[in-house]
């Protein structure tokens, strides 16, 4: 089925850990964007990718790294990860003038 | 700096009642508007989006959007609300800084629709 998948859906950390985040989509979309929520905060950017080749931050990037491997994927890294990155993480991709993104089904990460 | 504001962090409706869901928004020039519905454990879906032409705008599970120029705001309704419409929504507006398609969302609204 067409859309966006991402894996893990579940992952526990200690602080400290390292681990990727895979996020892959099979639309053709070319830009794609990785989102946290948090309760009471709504949504908010980590990194995109405007087209393949490039990424660039959003409002919370600290803390994290981004590679777009190819127009298909787009992973996110936590080098050392903290308690405050706890948080379901989704990703997302659109193609210029499409109805709106289209979402992951998200990864509940946390970090103990 | 755009923005979009969700004033209820809840709204509760009994089932058959109308509904809605409000949101504002500041933007420089012309807003793209959009509204998504979370369901537990899930991720986002589109439901409907306002970019220019008529104000009320229709969607996808019975929801419209009536967009207000001068009160700022993109309400989400519904005539009549189902039990399964309880989720999470989110309104959200595209940053126009640029070509790259960024939505920044508002914090949400928990609908619950009472039996």
Redesign the interface.
Same mark, same amino acid.
């Given at each position: 089925n067409a859309g966006v998948t991402q894996t893990p859906k579940f992952q526990v950390l200690k602080t400290g850990q390292s681990m990727t985040l895979q996020c892959a989509q099979d639309m053709n979309h070319n830009s794609m964007y990785w989102y946290r929520q948090d309760p009471g905060m709504g949504l908010r950017l980590i990194y995109y990718s405007a087209s393949e080749g490039t990424t660039d931050k959003g409002e919370v990037p600290n803390g994290y790294n981004v590679s777009r491997l190819n127009k298909r994927e787009f992973s996110l890294r936590l080098e050392s990860a903290a308690p405050s990155q706890t948080s379901v993480y989704f990703c997302a991709s659109i193609v210029l003038g499409a109805r709106g993104y289209t979402f992951g089904s998200g990864t509940r990460l946390t970090v103990v | 700096a755009q923005s979009v504001a969700q004033p209820e962090?809840q709204v509760n409706v009994a089932e058959g009642n109308p509904l809605t869901v409000k949101c504002t928004y500041s933007v420089s020039g012309n807003p793209y508007l959009?509204w998504?519905v979370q369901y537990p454990?899930?991720?986002?879906?589109?439901l409907l989006?306002y970019i220019t032409g008529d104000n009320l705008v229709k969607g996808s599970y019975g929801f419209e959007a009536e967009f207000n120029k001068s009160q700022t705001s993109f309400h989400l309704k519904k005539p009549s609300a189902l039990v399964s419409d309880s989720a999470l929504y989110?309104c959200a507006v595209r940053d126009m800084g640029g070509?790259?398609?960024?939505?920044?969302? %508002?914090? %949400?609204t928990l609908l619950a629709v009472q039996p």
């Amino acid at each position: 089925n067409a859309g966006v998948t991402q894996t893990p859906k579940f992952q526990v950390l200690k602080t400290g850990q390292s681990m990727t985040l895979q996020c892959a989509q099979d639309m053709n979309h070319n830009s794609m964007y990785w989102y946290r929520q948090d309760p009471g905060m709504g949504l908010r950017l980590i990194y995109y990718s405007a087209s393949e080749g490039t990424t660039d931050k959003g409002e919370v990037p600290n803390g994290y790294n981004v590679s777009r491997l190819n127009k298909r994927e787009f992973s996110l890294r936590l080098e050392s990860a903290a308690p405050s990155q706890t948080s379901v993480y989704f990703c997302a991709s659109i193609v210029l003038g499409a109805r709106g993104y289209t979402f992951g089904s998200g990864t509940r990460l946390t970090v103990v | 700096a755009q923005s979009v504001a969700q004033p209820e962090d809840q709204v509760n409706v009994a089932e058959g009642n109308p509904l809605t869901v409000k949101c504002t928004y500041s933007v420089s020039g012309n807003p793209y508007l959009f509204w998504y519905v979370q369901y537990p454990n899930r991720g986002l879906q589109f439901l409907l989006k306002y970019i220019t032409g008529d104000n009320l705008v229709k969607g996808s599970y019975g929801f419209e959007a009536e967009f207000n120029k001068s009160q700022t705001s993109f309400h989400l309704k519904k005539p009549s609300a189902l039990v399964s419409d309880s989720a999470l929504y989110f309104c959200a507006v595209r940053d126009m800084g640029g070509a790259t398609n960024k939505l920044i969302f %508002g914090t %949400g609204t928990l609908l619950a629709v009472q039996p």
